[in-house]
């Protein structure tokens, strides 16, 4: 293998570069700390995927060095890259005189530095800083946002509708069935060719899918805003399959009754054949149908045909003030000291699910949990501050209904159990009726199970205070309905501590830094930087462009560091976030 280490920081040799590249870059660029971050990580997971034979191509280092100082000023285009290795002296500085090319970067890019590479070349850099004394690895600061994916806006494929005409489908292929068992019957084809009768075939979801759909109609006569249909079906269920026995065995009818099948301008076609096509078109639709559901998998409901792994998202910049959805991917960071530890990225519309990989990341990677974790609202669920409490973890996760519980509406609720007695043998409300427990109610949601207490009041007769104590109480429907609370013991001690923690003196600073750093991050990135679409489609390649550029803005924080520019937020106490 060529000794890439000596060539690019100029090892084993005694020399004076005094060259025109040097000369021009001052000796504060940050150019320099990244080579010099450069020259202490490990290559050699990178320069593994390179053969000792054949031709010496551009020095793997220096190419990924460029990457990263590209990604430290905000340069992701590859021409402008290519352009600023001919006409920027840090850059042709950096690239010791060579001029590598556009092809050059996509082949290292896509070929060579794999997202196991980059991983292991970021946390390289990450312990480092531990080293140094800049991060602590105890404490993490978590937000995510959504960028917009590179991909066509109108090229959607929604589980609701697929799940609409694909009811429409099953009726048409239901009456091919019967077509099929009537042609064979009333010509006894069935005696004549020993065939049988074929029933159609059981799909589990679909009876939801069908309520759904008249439910809608209904509404849609009273201009009321349409239920989503997003079901999921056993695709698997349904296989083509039993569409190609039954043209199979049309054909043995065809064979022995001398029907041919024509085509062409002119020529009429038989019954049998019309048959035999129809159930060609529905399998391939069938199939269809079954590959945008194996897409989709069980947690999306949408995806775009020019990106598969986007998932169409509401995003806040949106002008025309219609609610538009766009294909994107949510990002993920983890934040300590303004350093991005963790990177992650995902196709969940929402932030609850990638709280838990993200601390398996540190777990991987770092070797240990950190001590103490601070996001916003959005991260709050009995799942997330469960695992936190399991693995020991200090929550400083605001709450969803935070702002709520700050008005008097939320206090004075008298149809809120929180706002009850708790008595012995269940709860007293504001007209001091007693409610009683009737069961534990389990629930299951994507892997999840959740244990409810179920109370209820026997008899809430001639209550003045029901319009108050009912959620929109109808006089006409919920006169003789009585109270009934559900209690989650679990969730709600949850809830407790952490509010508790997020409203302490540290809590407070916790709050203060997470909303300056995380999402101070996130607005250098889009205002600054121009970072508001992905370059590259799928999952893995984006991962990779979102990972190189946290990689640059992480030497940028640490150039800045030793520069005296910026200093370690110490936060005003005094002030409640």
């Not at 056993?234 to 190609?244: A, G, K, Q």
């Not at 062409?264 to 159930?279: H, I, M, V």
């Not at 508790?500 to 995380?518: A, C, E, F, P, Y």
């Amino acid at each position: 293998m060529h000794n890439y280490y000596n060539d690019f920081f100029e090892l084993g040799q005694l020399r004076i570069n005094y060259n025109l590249y040097q000369i021009g870059v001052p000796s504060d660029d940050s150019v320099h700390i990244v080579k010099r971050v450069m020259k202490e990580l490990d290559f050699s997971s990178l320069l593994n995927q390179y053969s000792r034979l054949g031709r010496k191509g551009y020095n793997p280092i220096m190419l990924f060095s460029i990457l990263v100082y590209s990604a430290l000023r905000g340069v992701r285009a590859v021409d402008r890259i290519v352009e600023l290795c001919t006409r920027d002296l840090a850059y042709i500085w950096l690239a010791q005189g060579e001029r590598p090319q556009r092809d050059a970067f996509y082949d290292f890019i896509n070929n060579k530095l794999t997202n196991e590479i980059l991983k292991d070349l970021h946390y390289q850099f990450i312990r480092k800083l531990e080293k140094e004394g800049f991060v602590s690895l105890k404490a993490l600061f978590i937000d995510g946002t959504k960028i917009e994916a590179n991909a066509n806006r109108y090229t959607f494929v929604w589980r609701g509708s697929l799940n609409y005409h694909l009811v429409g489908l099953l009726d048409a292929i239901e009456n091919s069935y019967n077509d099929y068992n009537t042609l064979i019957t009333e010509n006894a084809y069935d005696v004549k060719y020993t065939l049988s009768t074929m029933n159609m075939f059981i799909i589990e979801g679909m009876e939801k899918v069908r309520e759904v759909i008249q439910k809608n109609r209904l509404r849609k006569v009273n201009d009321k805003k349409k239920l989503s249909n997003n079901a999921l079906i056993e695709i698997d269920n349904m296989s083509p399959l039993e569409m190609l026995k039954i043209q199979a065995k049309l054909m043995v009818i065809a064979k022995g009754e001398g029907i041919a099948f024509v085509d062409g301008k002119g020529q009429r076609k038989s019954d049998l054949q019309k048959l035999y096509e129809r159930f060609e078109v529905f399998g391939e639709r069938l199939m269809r149908y079954k590959t945008s559901f194996k897409i989709m998998r069980s947690d999306r409901n949408s995806y775009s045909k020019t990106d598969l792994e986007a998932t169409f998202m509401r995003m806040k910049d949106d002008h025309m003030m219609n609610g538009q959805l766009k294909p994107a991917y949510n990002v993920q960071i983890a934040v300590e000291n303004y350093f991005v530890v963790h990177s992650y990225v995902s196709a969940d519309r929402t932030d609850y699910n990638p709280l838990i990989p993200v601390l398996e990341m540190h777990q991987e990677h770092l070797g240990h949990y950190p001590n103490e974790v601070t996001a916003d609202s959005g991260y709050s669920s009995e799942k997330n501050l469960l695992f936190l409490q399991q693995k020991g973890i200090e929550s400083f996760i605001k709450l969803q209904e935070h702002e709520r519980m700050k008005k008097r509406a939320y206090k004075g609720g008298i149809g809120k159990y929180r706002n009850m007695t708790k008595v012995d043998s269940g709860y007293l409300c504001a007209n001091n009726r007693l409610i009683t427990f009737d069961k534990t109610q389990v629930s299951h949601s994507k892997g999840y199970t959740q244990t409810h207490q179920v109370y209820s009041c026997k008899d809430c007769s001639n209550c003045e205070l029901k319009p108050k104590c009912l959620y929109k109480y109808d006089e006409n429907k919920h006169r003789a309905k009585n109270k009934v609370i559900k209690v989650n013991e679990c969730w709600d001690g949850l809830k407790e501590k952490s509010y508790n923690n997020i409203h302490s003196d540290k809590g407070i600073l916790n709050r203060q830094i997470r909303s300056i750093q995380t999402e101070g991050f996130f607005g250098d990135m889009k205002a600054n930087d121009n970072f508001r679409q992905f370059n590259h489609r799928s999952q893995d390649k984006v991962l990779k462009e979102f990972m190189l550029f946290a990689f640059g803005k992480n030497i940028d924080k640490y150039h800045k560091f030793l520069m005296g520019k910026i200093k370690r937020f110490e936060g005003k106490i005094d002030q409640a976030a």
